[in-house]
């Protein structure tokens, strides 16, 4: 009996290994879809194959570099980090800096521009008409209904 339930454990083992890697593994005929998914033809025998590996005692990494050797390196769903897959790798990476690379640019320009007006302000120079109206957007405090409240005053039982 407990060589029944070895048999079923290891069967289950392998079975779960067996898909865990096939979710990995990128049809070859579908191109979106994993094997695990598929049902080409060449999905149901890649399939095959890895759970012939994984009863032949192979690592996990074992098996996924057999596929990359036999089929490239697009058949994983997760390219390696290398020269040539660096900037899909870092691509978000430089788009979130360039993002806020623009935003802190705009920032500061805004910033150095109220300086500035406010400096000719000072000297006596006269502002254009969108210049006033910058100026007076911010230096007109915002209005009070006397309403407003600041939040730990509006915090239960005070």
């Given at each position: 009996?407990?060589?029944?339930?070895d048999?079923?454990?290891?069967?289950?083992?392998?079975?779960?290994?067996?898909?865990?890697?096939?979710?990995?593994?990128?049809?070859?005929?579908?191109?979106?879809?994993?094997?695990?998914?598929?049902?080409?033809?060449?999905?149901?025998?890649?399939?095959?194959?890895?759970?012939?590996?994984?009863?032949?005692?192979?690592?996990?990494?074992?098996?996924?570099?057999?596929?990359?050797?036999?089929?490239?390196?697009?058949?994983?769903?997760?390219?390696?980090?290398?020269?040539?897959?660096?900037?899909?790798?870092?691509?978000?990476?430089?788009?979130?800096?360039?993002?806020?690379?623009?935003?802190?640019?705009?920032?500061?320009?805004?910033?150095?521009?109220?300086?500035?007006?406010?400096?000719?302000?000072?000297?006596?120079?006269a502002?254009?008409?969108?210049?006033?109206?910058?100026?007076?957007?911010?230096?007109?405090?915002?209005?009070?209904?006397?309403?407003?409240l600041?939040?730990?005053?509006?915090?239960?039982?005070?």
């Open positions: 009996m407990e060589n029944e339930d048999a079923v454990k290891n069967t289950r083992l392998v079975e779960a290994r067996a898909r865990n890697i096939s979710h990995n593994v990128r049809c070859t005929e579908c191109g979106s879809q994993s094997i695990e998914d598929s049902q080409a033809d060449i999905a149901i025998l890649l399939r095959k194959l890895i759970r012939d590996e994984i009863q032949a005692g192979k690592s996990d990494k074992e098996i996924f570099k057999k596929l990359e050797t036999d089929y490239g390196e697009t058949v994983l769903y997760a390219p390696k980090f290398d020269m040539q897959t660096a900037a899909l790798w870092l691509s978000p990476i430089l788009v979130a800096g360039a993002a806020a690379g623009v935003w802190a640019y705009k920032k500061h320009k805004q910033n150095t521009n109220v300086h500035i007006m406010a400096l000719n302000l000072v000297r006596g120079v502002l254009t008409p969108k210049e006033k109206e910058t100026m007076l957007d911010l230096l007109t405090p915002p209005p009070s209904n006397g309403t407003t600041s939040w730990w005053r509006r915090w239960p039982g005070q």
